[in-house]
């Protein structure tokens, strides 16, 4: 014999029947089968929860049947119930206990009880309707298949949601425009079949939408409007009488009138539109691609069938009472029906319009789409959509919750705003692992909120796969509860500058500053920062002139001859002898020695470079990038301070070699040109250091770390210092904008070491002359003290024919020089040029200082041009 627990339900069933009314199971065959109807059913109370109501109920049958001493030991044990918490819902027994008390020998209480249960709560106004009277207020995710109900009501009659019609839908689908427009098209009326114009008519249509062969009444005057020709059912009847006319297709011989045919094709639009909603809700249900939040959304369509299956019970409940008793005065009339129905046909109807609406739609995007279709003055539309928006959002928000508190992204089918690609490797994933994916957005959330939450996960994950920090998320900021119901994320999403940006403004502020907090402490993120700063934009100034004092010789000599362990030896030495030496031991062991690529003929000076390596987390803010801007920032840099290395270097030879050649006259003018055009070459490189240092670097500086100190996250970090190099590289001449000025700026530093190299050549020339005439004098005084000649005449004339041939040279020199300072100026006149026509104000104001006695402005009439109708002239371009 079986087990309990391996019976079928419907063997339970029947046993239940047969030992609750003590007959056989031949005897409770027609019990049975009402019982089957019952709980297969969609059946639900419309009267109110209340156990204290459900409880006199029951004392006043006890005593109305004088059982008071029954009535007292019940009231007791109720007491004493509601003090226990054995039993979870004791409304339910207690209701259960008030239904079977009564007497089943009475002809109907088969019936006419159970549909009495639901006929307390239907009005007899015609102007009110039972619908959504006991609506439950969320519904789980995980919503359940079909219920026997649904999918035994084909063999149920007239039971269940059958005596409405749970019609097939195979007509076109119109567009939701066309579905609130309150009448359906022509083609639905031709194409569903299976619903009864009278209430009194059986209905022989399954959920297939089959129909059964139609009666026709016989010739008779029409049923009077407003009200369905009853059906005189009585013991006995044959049924030929019965009418049952299909929706397919009214035929025009059946005795209806026009307004019977108007009430019919209204009601028979609930059908039409019922079946557009399941249409869409079975063809997703089971497509696991649809994701959670389009599972919920099928959910909340099937929770609001739900409710309209609840409704047609109500009804066919009423029906069954009004054949039972003949109750004639309140009878279902199509009328009463179709103002039943009016709310409910509303409902449909902003649930089909809403389908069509969502149509390829999924995740953010589809609940984007939901919320847009509230967006409208009716509250109860309002209401519905608001709803349905709870349910469709709660996976969204946990989606949310858990990225927000534990940085993991389990979005299997893609619907989070939050995208991840898993083939990037840690060393990008600031950059490059997580972004937005715009498209699933929900439009109840702005973007700055998408943002901050895309910075919130990603900032923990950060913190935990490249800082390695296993700081709990609970104790980075303070956990919240993940679980929210569909109703308080509904709460939640309408309410966006309140509850909810404070919920991500928390998360955003605290993890953010953590993160920033392990970056500055732990790696030294500021100081790495400065050292940049001081080494790689020239700014340790001590350091730098040591620096290139012992680099000089070895810089001086071929590109290739350059050995980096001895230049790396001379850095050590310049940081041992200069303030350089008290900085961090983490700055100074990533300073290093960089050999660019050599090109033929190049020196050391022009492959020499500093280096800075980073790695870990600071490389996600000096990325390789950054790192190549700072190279290119610091050969600049470097090249103009070779520029004025070389000039102190002109000048102090000037300055020493001036007294020792007052002797020689005949080189005054020389000196004095290369005193004019080393003055020149000084005043261009002493404003050009200035533009540089100053208006560049520090003003960009300043700027950088007032930012840095204010950043609220690390992006805002990041983005300062992409700004800052990027203005650096920009007004240091260096962008493809400035590819001209640049070029004519390398030509003035090559005239300036072409100098360096003339001047060089005539000292040289001129001490070694200076030298020999200087010997010439004191073997001349030498051979007087001894008491001889002087000179010979031969010696006399050797020495005049050498400084002949000497004077001879400074024609040359003199050429040289002068054609040396007529190209300079011109390339200088041409970059005056090029400053004044830029759109950058500081290199316009830069061109007026280096022009300060208007040398060139004389020369170079496009010079001549005032400021501010430079600026007229770029204005009326634009």
Not at 27 to 55: C, K, M, W
Not at 79 to 94: A, C, F, M, P, Y
């Amino acid at each position: 014999m079986a087990t309990l627990d391996q019976k079928s339900p419907n063997v339970l069933l029947q046993s239940l029947c047969c030992r609750v009314t003590g007959k056989s199971e031949a005897e409770v065959a027609h019990l049975f089968q009402y019982a089957v109807r019952v709980i297969g059913s969609n059946y639900a109370p419309t009267i109110e929860r209340d156990e204290f109501l459900v409880s006199e109920k029951i004392k006043k049958e006890l005593l109305k049947q004088r059982r008071e001493p029954d009535a007292a030991l019940f009231s007791e044990l109720h007491r004493k119930l509601q003090t226990q918490g054995v039993l979870k819902h004791r409304w339910s027994i207690l209701y259960l206990l008030l239904s079977l008390c009564d007497d089943p020998r009475k002809p109907s209480s088969r019936v006419g009880n159970y549909g009495a249960l639901f006929g307390q709560g239907l009005p007899r106004d015609s102007h009110s309707t039972p619908f959504y009277c006991t609506r439950p207020q969320s519904l789980p995710l995980s919503y359940p298949e079909r219920s026997a109900a649904i999918q035994n009501a084909s063999s149920m009659g007239t039971s269940g949601i059958g005596s409405l019609g749970v019609y097939s839908f195979n007509g076109p689908m119109p567009n939701h425009q066309s579905l609130l427009v309150g009448q359906p098209p022509q083609s639905f009326v031709d194409s569903v079949r299976g619903s009864r114009l009278a209430w009194a008519l059986p209905m022989t249509t399954s959920l297939s939408g089959s129909a059964a062969p139609t009666s026709r009444l016989p010739p008779g005057p029409p049923a009077p409007v407003g009200r369905a020709p009853l059906r005189q059912r009585r013991e006995g009847d044959s049924g030929d009488s019965e009418e049952t006319i299909t929706l397919s297709c009214l035929d025009p011989l059946l005795p209806l009138c026009k307004s019977l045919r108007d009430m019919s094709s209204r009601l028979a639009e609930l059908g039409w539109l019922h079946n557009k909603v399941r249409k869409y809700t079975d063809s997703r249900s089971l497509d696991r691609a649809f994701g959670l939040v389009g599972q919920s959304f099928c959910a909340s369509l099937h929770q609001e069938l739900k409710e309209y299956y609840r409704l047609l019970s109500v009804l066919h409940s009423q029906l069954q009472v009004e054949d039972d008793q003949g109750a004639l005065d309140s009878a279902l009339t199509l009328k009463r029906l179709l103002v039943w129905t009016y709310d409910p046909k509303v409902r449909l109807k902003t649930l089909a319009a809403l389908v069509d609406f969502c149509q390829g739609r999924k995740g953010g995007e589809l609940a984007s789409a939901v919320h847009t279709y509230g967006k409208t003055g009716d509250p109860n539309m309002r209401a519905l959509v608001q709803h349905i928006l709870g349910l469709v959002s709660h996976p969204i928000l946990n989606f949310l919750y858990r990225w927000i508190y534990d940085g993991e992204l389990e979005d299997t089918y893609h619907e989070f705003f939050v995208a991840s690609d898993p083939t990037v490797k840690t060393d990008r994933l600031w950059h490059d692992k997580y972004s937005l994916r715009k498209s699933m957005i929900p439009s109840f959330i702005t973007m700055d909120q998408a943002r901050k939450v895309l910075l919130i996960g990603k900032s923990i994950n950060f913190l935990h796969q490249v800082c390695h920090d296993r700081t709990p998320p609970g104790k980075i900021m303070p956990p919240s509860k993940s679980a929210d119901s569909p109703k308080d994320a509904a709460e939640l999403f309408t309410d966006l500058e309140g509850a909810f940006q404070e919920k991500i403004d928390a998360a955003y502020f605290e993890t953010s500053k953590y993160l920033l907090d392990v970056l500055n402490k732990n790696y030294l993120l500021l100081e790495h920062l400065q050292a940049m700063r001081r080494y790689l934009l020239l700014g340790q100034g001590d350091f730098i002139r040591h620096l290139m004092d012992l680099l000089k010789p070895e810089l001086a000599r071929p590109a290739t001859t350059l050995y980096q362990h001895n230049l790396t030896g001379i850095l050590e030495t310049a940081v041992r002898a200069t303030n350089a030496q008290f900085d961090c031991p983490e700055i100074l062991k990533r300073l290093d020695v960089r050999l660019l690529e050599v090109s033929p003929g190049d020196t050391g000076w022009d492959v020499f470079s500093l280096d800075y390596h980073v790695e870990g987390p600071i490389a996600t803010v000096f990325t390789r990038e950054c790192m190549s801007h700072y190279l290119r920032v610091f050969n600049f840099l470097w090249r103009a301070k070779r520029m004025e290395y070389i000039l102190t270097d002109i000048w102090k030879g000037q300055m020493c070699n001036a007294k020792l050649l007052k002797s020689m006259p005949e080189l005054s003018g020389v000196l004095h040109q290369c005193h004019i055009l080393a003055s020149e070459m000084v005043h261009f490189i002493h404003q050009m250091q200035y533009y540089i240092t100053f208006e560049v670097l520090e003003c960009s500086w300043d700027e950088l770390w007032n930012k840095v100190q204010q950043a609220q996250d690390l992006d805002h970090i990041i983005a300062a210092h992409e700004v800052f190099l990027d203005t650096v590289i920009s007004r240091c001449l260096l962008d493809t904008n400035s590819r001209s000025l640049l070029n004519q700026l390398r030509a003035i530093f090559d005239q300036i070491i072409e100098f360096q190299s003339a001047q060089d050549t005539l000292y040289r020339s001129a001490l070694e002359e200076l030298q020999l005439r200087l010997q010439f004098e004191e073997r001349k005084r030498q051979r007087q003290e001894e008491g001889e000649w002087g000179v010979t005449a031969e010696q006399e004339a050797e020495e005049k024919k050498r400084i002949q041939d000497f004077q001879d040279t400074i024609p040359k020199m003199r050429s040289q020089l002068r054609i040396l300072s007529h190209f300079y100026q011109g390339i200088v006149q041409q970059f005056l040029v090029l400053l004044m026509t830029s759109l950058d104000e500081s290199l316009q104001f830069l061109s007026f200082r280096l022009d300060f006695n208007e040398h060139y402005k004389a020369r170079e009439p496009r010079l001549r041009v005032s400021l501010g109708a430079t600026r007229g002239r770029r204005s009326s371009n634009i």
